[in-house]
């Protein structure tokens, strides 16, 4: 097996498998078979190798990266056949473009605004716990006050401790049943027949107040210091947050539990720790938070789209035992329902006025929605249902169906260029049945020309005394010129040139009828009217019968030439359309006497070039024949010699005309006369081929007819 028949394999491999669709068709196709091919090898290799060995090692690699790669091109190659697929159809190139134009941006917004309404939520649910603990900070700072005014005011009294705060007790047994309180003067601490606060929180040194984050638990402290007659007083209350404090301060908001939060070296299982950066933060440490005080319960949802939610923040407090500042964390489980009756009832009827037109703006851009969805959709079917016609209205074209017809059914561009459609169909509907009648036509003239050839003579019967050229040229597919040559007997001949006014079919059908009724009357048999009428239906048998035989008639029975051209007047007059007529020359050749009578019905003279170069006009006869009922012609016998030339043309071959002018006599005379020595078909040639170079790149205006003739 030599490289060439290898070559021939491999490419019929290739065609069978294209054929097949099992050969990759383009240039990352191959790719990935090359890939998957070098990692079959390379992993194969790696399993032949020695596991200890290191080439067992780099072929395991590379299998490695062969596999990446051919991966990644199989995703991307996989992500264009999809592609393909899913997009081929308008519909859904449609589809995926209003998903990206409109759906994707409306999900874009609508994701934006859950989120900036959880944030919103979330902030809010904030500053409500946040607000409510800080007005339990002022409460507490205002009963602090209060106190500290009833112990002044004991103490300046010279009252005997301990001191009896009995103004503050039933206020401050309401709002903090477990208040603690002591207090200082000049640095003294009182007898207070009250709650003591413990030694380790009521350190007056410590100038600390609000929430206080003390041994995992939360507690309000509050300090008053002011100077009266009997020195400084100083004054600490202590209340812890509890469940209790917290239902009262935050209520009617769901679950809400705060944290606190204690340091830890490292994560531990299961626990969440956070760092916090702040300057007066330990850094190198982490913490957890620690539920302190919860309060509260889920709140149920009091419609069907009240989703519960969960809100996280953090709120300022005072870490007691470093003295700085200790975020503590608050969580609060609660309902949109629940916000909505928090934020919204303190505003009172503007709230719910904003409320409900918050709602209305909603139900508006959700109907305005629809209303686009709808329109969308409507527009996406009216494009793709029209294309679709259009799709399998081009099948049905494929097909050969010129006749199927898109139904319209709207008013637009996709409906005009549907209605476009319909009109090219029909056009080409059209154009193909005027082809096929042309075809017809054309296979109809061709037989006609084929049936014109048979009319003409194939092969002139030549005397001795007379040698005999013609050649017609039509214009068209068929000619209205006419030229014949009839024999009379041994040295008899009768020349006839003729041509029909107008061009084609009509023409070469008087052109038939002409040829007969001339073979018919220059026999010399005088017709009946019926004979008349029925002479151009047997012009091809008349003429295979005349060229298929040698006629022989006494000489006392031919008709001259003018007698039979008047005939030919009168069958031509009553036998065609008024606008019809025909130029004929007609003439007799008598060999024995070398003499040639003649009559001219209309038809260009023809010429007879004697042998010295005179020439000669052949005009004598009359008008043309077929415009008038009756019409006289006369004839004239002409003495011809050895030499002397004949030549009959049509205006086809002088009335030509370019820049120049036109063709003319005399350069036809010029012409025949320079070569008059040359055979008659070689002067033929020349003549016609001057023509055409007259003529040019234009078309032939009319029939080329040239009969010759030479005495000899």
């Not at 004697?610 to 043309?624: P, Q």
Request: net charge neutral; with cysteine; proline share 4%.
């Amino acid at each position: 097996m030599n490289l060439d028949s290898i070559k021939t394999f491999l490419r019929d491999l290739r065609r069978r498998l294209l054929a097949a669709g099992f050969y990759p068709r383009t240039g990352v196709s191959r790719f990935a078979v090359w890939v998957a091919g070098l990692y079959l090898v390379s992993e194969a290799l790696a399993l032949v190798m020695p596991a200890s060995s290191k080439w067992a090692g780099i072929f395991g690699g590379w299998a490695r990266f062969f596999e990446f790669v051919f991966i990644c091109v199989a995703i991307f190659l996989l992500f264009r056949w999809v592609r393909r697929k899913l997009l081929w159809r308008l519909r859904n190139r449609l589809i995926v473009t209003y998903v990206f134009i409109g759906v994707i941006p409306v999900v874009l917004i609508l994701t934006m605004v859950i989120a900036a309404g959880y944030i919103l939520g979330n902030q809010i649910t904030t500053m409500l716990v946040h607000r409510d603990l800080l007005a339990e900070v002022q409460s507490l700072d205002t009963l602090n006050s209060t106190a500290s005014q009833e112990i002044a005011s004991q103490l300046q009294k010279k009252a005997t401790p301990p001191l009896h705060l009995s103004t503050l007790e039933s206020a401050s047994t309401q709002r903090f049943p477990q208040w603690t309180i002591a207090a200082w003067v000049n640095g003294k601490l009182i007898d207070i027949a009250a709650p003591k606060a413990s030694a380790d929180l009521a350190d007056r040194s410590r100038d600390i107040s609000g929430v206080l984050l003390h041994e995992h638990g939360l507690l309000i402290r509050s300090l008053r210091s002011r100077r009266g007659p009997s020195g400084n007083l100083q004054v600490v209350m202590l209340v812890p947050v509890t469940t209790e404090l917290l239902s009262r301060a935050v209520p009617d908001l769901g679950l809400v539990t705060l944290y606190s939060l204690e340091p830890v070296q490292s994560k531990s299982g299961g626990q969440v720790s956070v760092t916090f950066s702040d300057k007066n933060i330990d850094n190198d440490k982490n913490f957890r938070p620690v539920p302190a005080v919860r309060a509260g319960a889920e709140p149920p949802p009091e419609y069907r789209f009240d989703p519960l939610l969960l809100f996280g923040s953090v709120f300022p407090a005072t870490d007691w035992n470093t003295g700085k500042n200790f975020p503590a964390l608050v969580r609060v489980s609660t309902r949109p329902s629940i916000l909505n009756h928090r934020v919204f009832t303190d505003l009172g009827e503007v709230g719910s006025a904003f409320l409900i037109g918050l709602a209305i703006l909603a139900i508006a851009f959700g109907i305005i929605e629809l209303i686009a969805l709808f329109i969308g959709v409507r527009l996406t079917r009216t494009i793709t249902g029209s294309i679709s016609q259009l799709y399998r209205a081009t099948q049905h074209i494929n097909r050969g169906d010129l006749a199927h017809r898109i139904t319209v059914q709207s008013n637009d561009q996709l409906a005009s260029l549907e209605t476009s459609f319909n009109s090219m169909s029909e056009s080409l509907q059209r154009l193909l049945e005027e082809q096929k009648e042309k075809q017809r036509m054309e296979n109809e003239l061709a037989i006609a020309q084929e049936v014109q050839a048979q009319l003409f003579p194939r092969d002139p019967k030549t005397l001795e005394s007379l040698e005999l050229h013609g050649i017609c040229k039509p214009a068209r597919t068929v000619s209205g010129d006419y030229y014949d040559f009839v024999s009379l007997g041994e040295e008899r001949l009768g020349i006839a040139v003729g041509d029909i006014s107008g061009k084609g079919i009509s023409a070469a059908l008087l052109m038939a009828t002409i040829h007969s009724a001339v073979r018919v009357f220059e026999l010399g048999t005088m017709p009946e009217p019926s004979e008349l009428v029925a002479a151009s239906a047997a012009a091809i048998a008349t003429t295979a019968q005349v060229q298929g035989r040698r006629w022989s008639v006494a000489a006392e029975r031919l008709q001259s030439p003018a007698d039979v051209l008047m005939l030919m007047n009168r069958h031509v007059y009553h036998s065609t359309s008024p606008e019809k007529y025909a130029t004929l020359f007609l003439g007799i050749y008598d060999g024995n006497s070398r003499s040639f009578i003649y009559s001219n019905g209309g038809h260009l003279p023809p010429f007879v070039i004697h042998d010295s170069g005179e020439v000669r006009k052949l005009e004598t006869g009359g008008l043309v024949i077929g415009l008038f009922p009756e019409i006289v012609l006369e004839e004239e016998r002409v003495k011809l010699s050895r030499g002397d030339m004949f030549v009959a043309f049509s205006d086809g071959v002088t009335e030509p005309e370019n820049e120049f002018g036109e063709f003319g006599e005399d350069r036809l005379l010029d012409l025949v006369r320079s070569n008059r020595h040359l055979s008659l078909d070689r002067i033929s040639d020349i003549v016609i081929t001057a023509v055409q170079d007259w003529i040019g790149d234009n078309e032939q205006p009319d029939d080329v007819t040239l009969v010759l003739a030479r005495v000899r």
